[in-house]
């Protein structure tokens, strides 16, 4: 990626309002419950989501590539797995979903559980790299059809990145999601993005646009996230450079955000995710929680960390890695609760072997563990 240049007096007051560093311990083991490796004709795995069904079992909707690149732009479907036992052990056959739709690929999955009960399947279309925009697809009968897609994105053209696991739906109903859009500059894909986001209050029939999210500073943003707070208001989470994740927040649930401010969780230029624990109504993020101190790993997607907030994200408690190895690359988690566990989705691949998004693995966590 292109380094963005920051002037010394941006650095010093993004120096003063840093918080200190976020201190690791790690906790209990984690039980790693699916992996997928690449094979033949399966270069890459990565970007899922879950979903409960109402028989409750849980889905598993992940982008699967096929042939011999590992880009971003390569050819890829929609497959699924199913565990019948809480996330504990999986199917180990893929059910195709989504396939032969977008020049390029379909990729980057979100699941959610509407409020009228049906199923709501979010992922992104890829033409080419001025032309990438969310589709939604619903299933009224538990995810065994689904409808024609619909596109999110109707007002404007462009590369539109939409994270897997990053949909919400807000209690007065709300569709909501936050969005990157890359520009092209001489027909070359721009690592700075603008961000909005997209709104529907007819259960994903038509969407509105908010304005760009203010970057007075122009720090490197990318890939941002939302989770509504107890109060009403909505924080969006934000990939980014200097060193921390971003933060802005949204008062009119998404019509308008706040200038960008650094939150206090150290980071490379990696995406993070924050969900609302259904049991606690606590907050858990999962992201590197790297302040870059360490030569061997700086700028490095490991290790991976969760933390809990029980203050809406101003503060972070029980910080534990749950993974550690340096040569790890650990990225683009999905985050989905059972009654006494979480499911985390992300890639875990390697550097030295330069499987950096190609592994995907689901890590079955205990929650009240996470708070020892």
């Given at each position: 990626?292109?380094?963005?240049?920051?002037?010394?007096?941006?650095?010093?007051?993004?120096?003063?309002?840093?918080?200190?560093?976020?201190?690791?311990?790690?906790?209990?083991?984690?039980?790693?419950?699916?992996?997928?490796?690449?094979?033949?004709?399966?270069?890459?795995?990565?970007?899922?989501?879950?979903?409960?069904?109402?028989?409750?079992?849980?889905?598993?909707?992940?982008?699967?590539?096929?042939?011999?690149?590992?880009?971003?732009?390569?050819?890829?479907?929609?497959?699924?797995?199913?565990?019948?036992?809480?996330?504990?052990?999986?199917?180990?056959?893929?059910?195709?979903?989504?396939?032969?739709?977008?020049?390029?690929?379909?990729?980057?999955?979100?699941?959610?559980?509407?409020?009228?009960?049906?199923?709501?399947l979010f992922y992104l279309?890829?033409?080419?790299?001025?032309?990438?925009?969310?589709?939604?697809?619903?299933?009224?009968?538990?995810?065994?059809?689904?409808?024609?897609?619909?596109?999110?994105?109707?007002?404007?053209?462009?590369?539109?990145?939409?994270?897997?696991?990053?949909?919400?739906?807000?209690?007065?109903?709300?569709?909501?999601?936050?969005?990157?859009?890359?520009?092209?500059?001489?027909?070359?894909?721009?690592?700075?993005?603008?961000?909005?986001?997209?709104?529907?209050?007819?259960?994903?029939?038509?969407?509105?646009?908010s304005p760009a999210v203010?970057?007075?500073?122009?720090?490197?943003?990318?890939?941002?996230?939302?989770?509504?707070?107890?109060?009403?208001?909505?924080?969006?989470?934000?990939?980014?450079?200097?060193?921390?994740?971003?933060?802005?927040?949204?008062?009119?649930?998404?019509?308008?955000?706040?200038?960008?401010?650094?939150?206090?969780?150290?980071?490379?230029?990696?995406?993070?995710?924050?969900?609302?624990?259904?049991?606690?109504?606590?907050?858990?993020?999962?992201?590197?929680?790297?302040?870059?101190?360490?030569?061997?790993?700086?700028?490095?997607?490991?290790?991976?960390?969760?933390?809990?907030?029980?203050?809406?994200?101003?503060?972070?408690?029980?910080?534990?890695?749950?993974?550690?190895?340096?040569?790890?690359?650990?990225?683009?988690?999905?985050?989905?609760?059972?009654?006494?566990?979480?499911?985390?989705?992300?890639?875990?691949?390697?550097?030295?072997?330069?499987?950096?998004?190609?592994?995907?693995?689901?890590?079955?966590?205990?929650?009240?563990?996470?708070?020892?």
């Open positions: 990626m292109t380094k963005t240049v920051y002037s010394l007096f941006t650095l010093f007051i993004l120096f003063l309002l840093a918080p200190k560093t976020i201190q690791a311990q790690t906790g209990p083991g984690s039980s790693i419950a699916l992996q997928l490796n690449p094979g033949p004709d399966n270069p890459r795995n990565s970007e899922g989501d879950f979903i409960t069904l109402k028989n409750g079992h849980i889905l598993f909707i992940y982008s699967r590539y096929t042939g011999g690149s590992t880009s971003d732009h390569a050819p890829a479907y929609l497959a699924s797995r199913l565990s019948k036992d809480g996330g504990k052990t999986w199917t180990q056959k893929d059910e195709v979903v989504v396939e032969k739709e977008g020049d390029m690929n379909v990729m980057s999955v979100t699941l959610l559980r509407l409020q009228n009960g049906k199923i709501a279309k890829k033409n080419s790299e001025q032309d990438c925009i969310p589709m939604l697809r619903i299933s009224a009968d538990e995810a065994k059809t689904w409808s024609q897609p619909v596109a999110c994105i109707t007002d404007k053209q462009g590369y539109f990145v939409l994270n897997n696991n990053r949909v919400i739906q807000l209690k007065n109903g709300r569709l909501l999601m936050a969005v990157a859009l890359h520009q092209s500059l001489g027909g070359k894909w721009q690592n700075q993005a603008t961000l909005f986001s997209y709104y529907s209050d007819d259960n994903g029939a038509t969407w509105k646009s203010p970057n007075a500073q122009n720090v490197l943003t990318q890939e941002p996230g939302v989770v509504e707070l107890k109060d009403g208001r909505i924080m969006m989470i934000i990939r980014a450079g200097g060193g921390f994740q971003q933060m802005s927040y949204s008062t009119d649930k998404g019509q308008t955000w706040s200038q960008i401010e650094a939150s206090n969780l150290h980071s490379p230029v990696s995406p993070a995710t924050i969900a609302r624990i259904p049991s606690t109504k606590d907050l858990l993020v999962v992201w590197n929680n790297n302040d870059g101190s360490n030569p061997a790993i700086k700028g490095k997607r490991t290790p991976l960390t969760v933390a809990i907030s029980k203050d809406e994200g101003k503060t972070w408690q029980h910080v534990r890695n749950i993974e550690t190895d340096p040569d790890g690359w650990y990225c683009y988690i999905a985050i989905h609760f059972t009654k006494k566990d979480v499911l985390l989705g992300y890639c875990a691949g390697s550097q030295q072997q330069k499987t950096h998004l190609s592994v995907t693995r689901i890590n079955r966590l205990n929650l009240a563990a996470l708070y020892k």
